[in-house]
């Protein structure tokens, strides 16, 4: 599932969340049922899962601020196992939260073990390899130019109980490794969105589009090709597409088998 050419005029001048393009990817998705929206923030995301047809149920460490009387709130940690049984969600979203987490392939499959057999996941999560990240890393090593580095100093911060602590994007993910997590989870079916393309990255393109995409197509033909042909296919589709070297969120899609 990846976006389509009709989409790329409208991204550019997109603002804001993407609630609008998560519904939609949920609307396509078959069969409804339960959707698990972890974390769930303040419940941005409760009404476009609802809009695409599934029963949402929202987990974080403050469930309160998305439950309301419709929607039933679960305390939830990144760090230990979902309060859930086996194969209870026909989908599970997880929507600006895995760069938070310390232990990604544990959370992947523990959403793996939460959804029915053809349940799907998605995953939204800030795109590091998009053409202006790319830049930056080459200059400061970093996926922004302005946004606050991974320093012990500057992504830990003390809840105001004292209790708690707050980890910022301290474990940015780009397609790659999510990709692999996703393989090792047992998911297949996987595609990729974005909702708002960086314009700063659409101008760099004449510059880095053709090198980049020489040199992803060069170094994973060397390597997977010789193991899986289709699969080296997709990757490289996926990873020099306008939505992955442009889009301001990495959106992935997966499905379990």
Not at 215 to 242: M, N, W
């Amino acid at each position: 599932m990846a976006t389509g050419s009709s989409n790329s005029g409208r991204r550019f001048f997109r603002t804001g969340h993407a609630y609008a393009d998560i519904a939609a990817l949920l609307a396509e998705v078959e069969p409804k049922g339960l959707c698990l929206d972890f974390p769930s923030g303040t419940g941005v995301n409760v009404a476009g899962i609802r809009s695409a047809g599934f029963s949402p149920i929202v987990a974080d460490l403050f469930p309160e601020d998305a439950a309301d009387e419709q929607t039933p709130g679960v305390t939830a940690d990144f760090i230990q196992p979902l309060p859930f049984a086996d194969e209870s969600f026909a989908a599970v979203l997880c929507s600006e939260g895995i760069e938070h987490c310390s232990r990604q392939l544990d959370l992947i499959r523990e959403f793996a073990r939460v959804l029915k057999p053809g349940g799907t996941l998605i995953v939204t999560t800030p795109n590091i390899l998009n053409l202006r990240a790319r830049l930056s890393f080459l200059f400061n090593g970093h996926s922004s130019f302005s946004r606050t580095p991974v320093t012990e100093v500057t992504q830990v911060r003390r809840e105001s109980d004292g209790d708690g602590v707050y980890i910022g994007h301290a474990f940015l993910i780009n397609y790659f490794q999510l990709r692999f997590m996703l393989k090792l989870a047992g998911f297949d079916g996987i595609g990729v969105s974005t909702a708002k393309y960086s314009m700063s990255a659409a101008l760099l393109a004449p510059a880095l589009w053709l090198p980049v995409r020489l040199g992803t197509a060069r170094l994973l033909k060397r390597f997977a090709a010789k193991e899986d042909p289709g699969v080296c296919a997709e990757i490289v589709s996926h990873a020099t597409s306008a939505d992955l070297l442009f889009g301001k969120k990495l959106i992935m899609i997966a499905r379990k088998p």
